[in-house]
Each structure stands twice: as C-alpha cells, then as structure tokens.
C-alpha cells in the first residue's frame, strides 16, 4: 500500500475491517495483489466524502452499506458482509463447497447426463430422456420419483434440481494452476504483474537485528517475541548459536524430519548436524493437546509422513530422495482449527512447509519469513519443484535458502497457502510475517503495512541465476515413490514442469472424523467365505462372497470382469433410473445452514464383493484383484490438448480388466464443506468423490457420509481426466473390509480394449451448462464427439443435452 501512496494509519483500520468481513481470510484480499484492498481504502474515501450530502434515510443505509450490507434487486438490504470485488464469489461459498461435494459417479448423481456408448454416433435414447429432465427446469426427478414428504427440509425456494443437472453430484473438478515459470531476473514491476501463482508465500524480510543474526540468512525463520526472526534452519544447538550447516544437499535434507507415533501424535523436530534443536509440532490425536520434548531426546528427530488412522493427517515433504521440510501437524479438533502447541509455540510455529497439491502446480509452499541471502555462494538446488521454487542447501555454510522466481521479481508479499493435507490444516502464510512487517490476526492487535518494500535481501546478482538447476519434483521412474507394486513413470516432452506434488497414497487414509469399522468381529458368516481353500473362483459351487454380486463372482478366472457384470455396471453408470433419494441426505445434511434442502439424489450401483482376510481362500484367490493394487503399467504424461496432466496405459488392456482404485484422505462430507469453506480457492486442489452408494440403506450418520478426496493425499487415479459418455474406465464401488458399505474401494475397470499409449478416461458427470458452479468449470477438451461442453450456437443454456 506504502508503494500506491496509501498512507499506513489508512490502511490499517481498512484491512482490519476487511480481514473481520472476510473472516479473516487472508486470501481474498491478498488477490489481485490486495485489489479488494486498496479498492476498500478507495471506498473507504468516496463514502466519507460522499457522507455529508445524503440524506438521512441515505445516510443510515450508507451506514449499513458500510458494514457489508448489501442491496439485493428489489432495494432490501441484507446483512451480508462488505466484500470489494469478491462478492460474488464469496455468495456461491456455500454453494461452491456444495459443488465440491458431487462425486465421480459420485458414485451417484454424477452420471445423470451419461448415455451408453453409441455404436453409429447418434444420440443415444436416454440421452433425450436426459435432456427432457435437464430442461425440464430440474423437475425430471418428480416425474419419475416421488420425494417423501420430510420434515425440516425446507426447499429454500429453488427448484429441486434433476440428478441430471445437479452441481453435487458432479465430480468435483479444478482448475489448474497456470504453469510455472523460470526464474525471472529481478525487475521493478508493479506488483500487478505478478501472475497468480506468483505470489510468494515466503515473506523476504530486511534483516533483523539481532544476536542471532548470523543465522538470519539462512532460510526459514524463528520466531522470537512473537515475531518470525531469525533463521531456524541448520543451526545447531550449541552455546552461541553457532550454524552449524550441513555441506551437501544430504546434510542439509536430513534436518528436517518427523516421527509419528502410532496413536495419531507426531513430533517433530529439527535434527541439525547431528544434533535435534527445535522442536517443530507436537500433537496428540486427541484434543490436539501438545506433546512436547523436553529435551533434545525426547525430541522426535525424524521427519516422515504419518498418517494416523485415528486422527490426524500429518506430513513432511521428502522430496527427490530427501527429506525437505517437516509441514504440519495439527489437532483433531471439528473443524480443523491451528492450534499451535502454547509452550512450544516459538518451536512449532517456525516451520511450515505446505506443497500444494493440484492447484498449487506441486510448489513448495514456505510460510514463515525466509531470507533470501544477499550473497548465496555456491548455492546447490536441492530442489526445484515445478520451476518455481527452490530449495537450496546452499551457501558455504550450507544454510537452506528457499527461493521463489518472484523472489526476483518483487519484494515478498505474504501469501495464501494452499493446503496440505487436510486442507483445512494449514496455517495461512499470512499469519506469520517478520518483524517490522509482520501482520498479527489477532483481533485488536497491531496491523502493520503488509508489503516489504525494498527489502535489501531481495538484490540477488543475476549471476548467481544460471547455478539454479532445475530438478524435477517427483521421481521421473516412479512417482509412486515404491508404494505401488509396478513403477509409474512420467513424462513431459513439451515443458520442464513436473506433475503437482502431492503425497502418494497406496490405500485411501482416513482424515480425521471418518469412521471406517474395519472388525473382524463386524465381518458376519454371510460376509466372507471361511470354509473356502485356495482360489473360490475356481470353485463350482460359488461361496458366500459371491451372494453379493448375485450369487456370482464378478470377476472372471482371468481375473477380468465378467462382461454382463461390466455390462449392467456401465448401464447403471449411463441411466438416471438407478437414483434413489434419501429421507436425511447427510449431504443436504453438512451443507444446512439451518434449511434442509432436499436429497438430490445418489446412484445406486452395483458392488463387487471380494474375499478378505476372514474368508478362507488364499491371498491369490481370484475374488482379490482390487485389493491387490495396480498391476498393468501406467505412465502419467502431460496431454497435448491442455488438460494438463493425465494417466495413459503402456500396454494393451483387454476389457473388464481393473487399472487401479481411487485413493485419497477419507473425509466426512462434513469435514469436506468444512475445508471448502475455509479455503475456498482449494477446489483447485481437492478432488472429492463421494461415498454414497449405500445411502439409501437408513439414515446415515454424519461420521459414516464419507468421501475421498485425493487433492494433497492420493495415488495415480487422481490424473485421470474426463471425457464426456464414452470414456474408456468405469468405476464400480468395491467391497473388501467394511460390510457396511460406508467406506469401500472405488475401482476404474475398463469398459473396452484398451491400446497401449492410450489416454485412461473416465466420465466426471461434468454438466457444463451448469454455471451456477463456483468451482471452476473447465473447458473440456475430451474430444469425444458426445462431449457435452461442445459449443453449439442454437442450445439453450439451460438445455444440458442438445435437442
Ligand atoms: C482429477 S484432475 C485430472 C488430472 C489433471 N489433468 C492434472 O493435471 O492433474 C481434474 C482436472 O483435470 C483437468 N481436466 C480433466 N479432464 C479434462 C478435460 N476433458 N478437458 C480439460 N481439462 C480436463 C481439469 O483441469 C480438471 O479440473
């Protein structure tokens, strides 16, 4: 703001004003390089001049306007907060984070615009039927099923929407991020320039007096007196504060670690030179009570990424054979507030660290003040992740310097971070800033101008530029790290971006509140085949097992399904005729702000039933082949048409045969609109699929509506795209371990011959007429000549299907 002129003593009763309206997030205002800032100290200006000349009556709704009242069409006012630029955005929250609840088919609702697969490229018959209902102003649903009458669902007065045209039901989809960029040579560019992406989350600090200072450039920083000093990286824990710094990229990325314990608790601390110093993050899985060491003991000194299946989702970022950064831990309190350790808060709060998954291209995310060192001598990337941030254990004294291209660009302006796991875990970057330029968010405290102008340790000699190597971000032979039984390479022959960051997962983990029985003792006689030996299927007299895929396995001894099986699995999957609607849809449920709106429907499918551990046969039963993980070989590759990144097979893939499951953190629909609400950008980053096949089962408890969501936690299946009707996957709800059904495995078979080099697509269930989607709909670009995002000049908007 100093920078446009803007006097501070203006700017702060402005942002403080702003950041009460936005909740305090921090994002919104920063967007647009504080836009919604300087737009509201504008404001801010006219109305005190504009004051004097209303009229009374005027001037009270003047007043109200001020406080973030709003005039709807029709004159009233509404209570709604003050939001410059960003109002329209911020109404379709709820709405948006209702988006992100629809599922891939979603196992349900997200197929309604589906229709077979044509032989002759005519439109199939349940496309018009599809059509009928979508246009049918989203009454299709009454033509065909009664909804009973409920109590305490008020229909906010919207039209029930048709399952063919619903939002929520849709997979949730992202926008990518736009691509990386090389570094640029420093240039005084407004900030303006800046694309989005950008935007630092690092803050570059002027350097600090203090006794520490030796420390201060290099690399993250510590947090003294309640403010982010001084660097805490590669320090060692000897009397003067001496750095002891680790001489190559291996000392350097060993200081980083994080241990998990098994009962949800991760400690974390900085090992340095031998020596652990700083403890970072200590929870518990509980009540998100602090564990600390006390000592340097007891300080857990290695930083890997624990997935407590109790609780809370916690990791550390190790990165192209190193440990790079420990990110976050935190409580397993409702709504997945930061509580930072009290004690220990200097500690913990020094390092944060978040990759971001889709949205964020994958970068490193780097929240606390990072000094960029005026001289970095012989600097060795560690890592540069997707172009745009490096992390170099570094200078002669080997300190961890994190830089960012914009780094080069621009003083550092605090920014958004997208999340890690548990996207609702991560600290904003925003809330730590350094010292004379920090910003506190605490209500009634000191806010201070947020930019760092002319921060001296910004003037990097371009000389130093060309040393930066640039390293991929995930292993090229296999990004699934060894978690998979076959590599998954990647490729990218038209750029150096690497995939997105994100934290590979074999088997979907649960978040937090998920409840996922896995019991023996739930796992009744009619469940599992414990008299059976060896492989069932080869068995004539089919097992208890099979009952549940109508008295047959599904899967054929070849270990492909059975053609009449993927037959009915894709009809269900292309017919709206297989929705049902729940009494007390948990999904209507999450989203109520007090007016239930009614169930807009969920897929019943069709399950497959594998043996499990209970049952009697061997592990090469041929009823195990989901459970067994991927088997075929997959590369990940950066498509040609911009759809960004997508999976395609290396070999010939007979039909009926499984490619993998979709893996991601296993939310409750609640915590989901919970993570969407608190970052609502992160639809960039989150890919949820709803749980819901067996919802119509009774009423389903809000910790048993559960969802995947693979946007910071996932494997493979989260490159799939989408094409539109006839993609070559279909997924089919799988059960292994929970006969209850609210957690099971959702497996992508393929529904044809599959050549080697092809694309894997499945159907998202997209409607793209459907603007009323805040989640940002992309323009498909499947090719398929059924694509429903086609542009045809003589559509109806708000016909989904073309007449
Ligand atoms: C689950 S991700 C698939 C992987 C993604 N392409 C990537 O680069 O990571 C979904 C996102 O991919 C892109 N996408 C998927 N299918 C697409 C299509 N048919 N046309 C254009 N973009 C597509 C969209 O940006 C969408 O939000």
């Known amino acids: 703001m100093a920078n446009l002129g803007i006097h501070v003593s203006k700017v702060k009763p402005v942002l403080k004003k702003l950041l009460k309206l936005y909740d305090k997030n921090w994002e919104l205002i920063e967007e647009e390089n504080y836009r919604a800032l300087a737009d509201a100290i504008f404001e801010e200006d006219e109305n005190k001049v504009l004051e004097p000349e209303l009229e009374p009556v005027q001037r009270k709704k003047s007043k109200r306007h001020d406080e973030g009242a709003i005039n709807d069409e029709d004159g009233h006012l509404h209570d709604e907060p003050l939001r410059p630029l960003k109002r329209s955005r911020l109404r379709g929250q709820e709405t948006q984070s209702s988006h992100a609840l629809t599922g891939p088919g979603s196992s349900s609702a997200a197929y309604p615009l589906k229709i077979p697969k044509l032989e ?8 018009s039927e599809l059509q009928r209902q979508g246009t049918s102003g989203g009454n299709a649903r009454n033509e065909t099923h009664q909804l009973p009458p409920r109590d305490g669902i008020v229909d906010k007065g919207k039209q029930p929407v048709s399952p063919q045209v619903t939002n929520r039901r849709r997979r949730i989809t992202s ?43 290099n690399g993250a920083a510590e947090k003294q007196n309640g403010h982010d000093t001084v660097a805490l990286q590669c320090r060692d824990g000897e009397v003067g504060g001496k750095d002891l710094l680790p001489t190559s990229h291996e000392g350097a990325a060993s200081n980083n670690e994080i241990a998990s314990s098994g009962v949800g608790e991760v400690n974390a601390a900085e090992k340095q030179d031998g020596h652990d110093t700083v403890a970072l993050q200590c929870r518990d899985g509980e009540g998100g009570e602090d564990i600390i060491p006390s000592s340097h003991e007891e300080a857990a000194s290695n930083v890997e990424i624990a997935l407590s299946t109790v609780g809370e989702v916690n990791a550390a970022e190790k990165l192209y054979g190193h440990d790079i950064v420990p990110l976050q831990c935190r409580d397993g309190e409702v709504g997945g507030e930061d509580i930072l350790p009290s004690s220990h808060e200097e500690a913990a709060s020094n390092v944060e660290i978040a990759p971001s998954a889709m949205g964020g291209e994958g970068s490193v995310m780097i929240t606390p003040t990072v000094n960029v060192s005026t001289e970095p001598e012989e600097f060795e990337p560690l890592l540069v992740e997707g172009s745009k941030y490096s992390v170099m254990p570094c200078n002669s004294n080997g300190s961890i310097n994190v830089m960012s291209s914009a ?123 414990s008299t059976c030996m060896g492989n069932c299927i080869l068995s004539s007299k089919p097992c208890f097992c099979a009952n549940k895929t109508g008295g047959e396995f599904a899967y054929t001894v070849q270990g492909l399904l059975k053609e009449e099986f993927l037959k009915e699995c894709i009809a269900i999957s292309h017919h709206p005729q297989h929705f049902f609607y729940c009494k007390d849809c948990p999904l209507e449920r999450s989203m109520s702000d007090g007016c239930l709106e009614p169930c807009k429907g969920h897929l019943k499918r069709k399950f497959i039933k594998e043996c499990w551990s209970k049952c009697g046969c061997g592990k090469h039963c041929g009823n195990r082949v989901v459970q067994r993980g991927i088997t075929c070989k997959l590369e990940v590759f950066l498509t040609s048409e911009g759809k960004g990144w997508g999976l395609r097979t290396l070999e010939d893939l007979p039909k009926g045969a499984f490619v993998c499951e ?4 296993i939310l409750t629909v609640q915590e989901l609109h919970e993570r969407k609400l608190k970052y609502p950008k992160t639809g960039k980053c989150s890919y949820p699929i709803l749980l819901d096949a067996n919802w119509d089962s ?41 006969p209850d059904h609210h957690y099971y495995h959702l497996a992508f078979f393929t529904s044809r011959e599959i050549a080697a080099q092809e694309e894997l697509t499945w159907d998202y269930g997209i409607n793209f007429d459907d603007h009323d989607q805040p989640m940002e709909l992309f323009q498909c670009r499947c090719g398929s000549k059924f694509c429903r995002n086609m542009k045809r000049s003589n559509r109806s908007t708000r016909s989904p299907i073309a007449r």
């Open 120 to 127: 002759d490229g005519t439109v199939p018959e349940s496309s």
């Open 175 to 217: 926008e990518r991020a736009s691509p990386a960029v090389p570094l640029i040579i420093p240039k005084d560019e407004p900030i303006d320039d800046l694309p989005d992406y950008a935007v630092p989350l690092a803050v570059i600090l002027p350097e600090q007096p203090s006794e520490r200072n030796s420390s201060m450039s």
């Open 407 to 529: 780094a080069f660009v621009t003083p550092q302006i605090p920014g958004s971070q997208p999340c890690l796991s548990g996207l609702d875990d991560a600290v904003p970057a925003s809330k730590k800033v350094g010292t004379n330029d920090f910003i506190e968010f605490d209500d009634g405290k000191e806010l201070v101008d947020v930019v760092c102008p002319n921060s001296p340790s910004l003037t990097l000699d371009p000389k130093h530029l060309p040393t930066i190597e640039i390293r991929p971000a995930q292993d090229v032979n296999d990004l699934t790290k060894g978690e998979e039984c076959v590599n998954v390479s990647w490729v990218n022959n038209t750029t150096k971006e690497s995939p997105p960051l994100f934290h590979y997962l074999r088997r979907s983990a649960v978040f937090r509140d998920a409840y996922v029985k896995i019991s023996l003792s739930c796992i009744g006689n009619d469940d599992c085949c």
């Open 662 to 665: 979709f893996v991601g953190e």
């Open 698 to 738: 009774g009423v389903v408890k809000d910790k048993e509506a559960l969802c995947l969501d693979a946007g910071s936690f996932g494997n493979v299946a989260r490159f799939i795209n989408h094409r539109c009707f006839d993609a070559n996957l279909v997924e089919i709800p799988v059960e292994v371990e929970c």
